[in-house]
């Protein structure tokens, strides 16, 4: 059984276009995440979601859009994609804000 | 901003060796997480220590958190090329509401 799980896992878009990942996580959690990964492996809080509410968004530009539809559930839509946008995106989650956290596969973002 | 910095950046050794991994702050944290991400997945948690001093073992794993709280080191005697991947050190932020990552170590064993 996956814990957190999230697609695609890879996605080559280009400049200009809009698109979404999905996370899903059946551990019961309340808090949900995503993170983002730089190509020098930093990983950065983005926003996270406490039973469908919004507690963080670290000034991240408005292009990024989170949505938290049940507590199981965080997607991340992206409007108008930058070069700098490419990354690796990460989904996670965790009992508490910072409990252990349980993260997906990843989803390497390409904008070309 | 707590920032936890992560010495050395990389690390490329041979199967057998001893290496330790360090990860720094100038400020206290309550506790710390120590995760290791394997190419193409996600970080997964390692240990977390939680009092000063402590010193916690998985197999060849040794963590130690430093009396101040401010630093800790993760030690792997004999490595394996399995012991390969980025080794990220992890604490909470004052007020407790999210984690902040150190800045990693790429580690590489090779047979």
């Known amino acids: 059984d996956t814990a957190v799980s999230q697609t695609p896992k890879y996605l080559v878009t280009q400049m200009g276009n809009d698109k979404s990942i999905k996370c899903e996580q059946n551990l019961g959690h309340d808090t949900m995440y995503w993170y983002k990964q730089d190509s020098k492996k930093f990983l950065k809080i983005m926003f996270s979601?406490?039973?469908?509410?919004?507690?963080i968004n670290e000034t991240v530009p408005n292009r990024f859009s989170p949505k938290s539809p049940d507590k199981a559930h965080l997607n991340l839509h992206i409007n108008s994609l930058e070069l700098g946008d490419s990354a690796v995106y990460f989904c996670?989650?965790?009992?508490?804000?910072?409990?252990?956290?349980?993260f997906g596969p990843g989803t390497r973002l390409t904008v070309l | 901003t707590q920032l936890l910095e992560q010495s050395p950046q990389f690390l490329s050794i041979q199967e057998g060796e001893n290496l330790t991994v360090y990860c720094n702050s100038s400020s206290v944290f309550s506790s710390l997480q120590w995760y290791r991400q394997e190419p193409g997945e996600g970080p997964v948690l390692l240990v977390t220590?939680?009092?000063?001093?402590e010193v916690k073992k998985l197999k060849r794993l040794t963590f130690q958190f430093g009396d101040a709280r401010k630093d800790s080191s993760l030690h792997i005697t004999a490595a394996q090329p399995g012991d390969t991947g980025l080794y990220l050190c992890?604490?909470?932020?004052?007020?407790?509401?999210?984690?902040?990552f150190g800045t990693g170590t790429q580690l590489k064993v090779e047979l």
């Open positions: 996670a989650s965790s009992r508490l804000a910072t409990d252990t956290q349980y």
């Open positions: 979601y406490n039973n469908k509410e919004l507690i």
């Open positions: 220590v939680v009092t000063g001093g």
């Open positions: 992890a604490g909470p932020t004052v007020g407790g509401n999210k984690l902040t």
